[in-house]
């Protein structure tokens, strides 16, 4: 995943910087745009949209256990897909300025999705996992979020440079459907069994994410053509874990995490008409924080510092058709 992960990101920024050479060839007034679909006006007003499109991605949780020979090792690790979820949405954008716009969206999952959950146990250290269970999964929230300031910093006949300064966060939420089972029992995975469906794990993640940006945009009239960088330093994270046959809730909590955000948008703006179709990919990967385990049968808490591991990589497709004012 992360070779593919590498391969979509090199690709992102190829297409962003032929972007940025595409808009210096002579063209009409240009105008920039944030993070979202919908692009600096020409002339200050409002602006809204409906958004519609697939995403797919993965995410994983990761428990660290300390051994004195080898040091960190992975205790345990769920790997959750994100697959075919249909996402619906809806845009607005506030333009005071010729060169300042205020922009907010907000997505959800409208379906369940295809996913699927692997758990992976290492009941020692130094040796590959012992135990694994494979699950079908289903969405049971999810928000996409997003607000953003951008300023329009560079303005020219062929282009526009914009600086975008915005917050965002990601939350997901799935219930599982256990498949499979494939433990160590007496020997080293010598143990199946066909799961009965019974849901074992539901799980949540949430992103919370201040970052900055760059938007170079061009307007050939009445297409424009955007491409938008993001990072983010400051990330902060939780996690929440039942592991109901078990008994335990785990609980996680991050700081300090990266970010990686782009997206590449081919619209069309004619009168008030307004659409656009937009390829974003976001990349956060694997840092670590905090973990608590409660056991529900006796309310006990214990807590350990950088023993949990957090990441997340999603790509998305979408189109959003609105409205100018």
């Not at 697959?83 to 954008?93: C, K, N, T, V």
């Not at 928000?143 to 300031?149: I, S």
Request: proline share 3%; with cysteine.
């Amino acid at each position: 995943m992360k070779t593919h992960l590498l391969v979509l990101v090199r690709a992102r920024f190829l297409l962003f910087l032929c972007a940025a050479a595409f808009c210096l060839a002579p063209a009409p007034q240009a105008s920039a745009g944030g993070l979202t679909d919908i692009p600096v006006l020409e002339k200050p007003g409002f602006a809204m949209a409906g958004s519609y499109g697939m995403l797919q991605g993965t995410s994983h949780e990761i428990v660290y256990d300390w051994d004195f020979l080898v040091g960190r090792y992975k205790l345990s690790e769920l790997i959750w897909d994100l697959q075919d979820i249909e996402m619906a949405g809806a845009l607005i954008s506030v333009q005071p300025t010729d060169r300042i716009a205020i922009r907010a969206a907000a997505w959800s999952a409208v379906t369940e999705g295809t996913g699927r959950m692997e758990d992976y146990d290492w009941a020692m250290a130094g040796m590959d996992w012992t135990d694994r269970s494979i699950s079908d999964v289903s969405v049971v929230s999810s928000l996409t979020a997003d607000m953003n300031l951008c300023w329009v910093a560079l303005h020219r006949k062929q282009m526009d440079v914009g600086l975008v300064a915005g917050y965002r966060h990601i939350m997901w939420e799935w219930e599982d459907s256990v498949r499979e089972f494939l433990y160590s029992v007496e020997g080293f995975r010598d143990y199946y069994e066909i799961g009965d469906g019974s849901n074992m794990i539901d799980y949540r993640q949430d992103f919370m994410i201040p970052y900055a940006g760059i938007d170079i945009s061009c307007r050939f009239q009445p297409f424009f053509l955007r491409a938008a960088a993001a990072y983010s330093p400051l990330v902060a994270a939780e996690d929440k874990d039942h592991h109901i046959a078990r008994g335990l809730r785990f609980k996680e909590t991050f700081f300090g995490g990266d970010y990686y955000g782009l997206s590449l948008t081919a619209g069309l703006q004619a009168g008030i008409f307004l659409a656009a179709m937009t390829l974003e990919g976001q990349y956060i990967p694997e840092f670590t924080g905090k973990l608590s385990v409660t056991d529900e049968a006796t309310g006990q808490t214990a807590s350990e510092e950088d023993a949990a591991g957090i990441s997340h990589e999603s790509g998305t497709i979408r189109l959003a058709v609105g409205a100018t004012f």
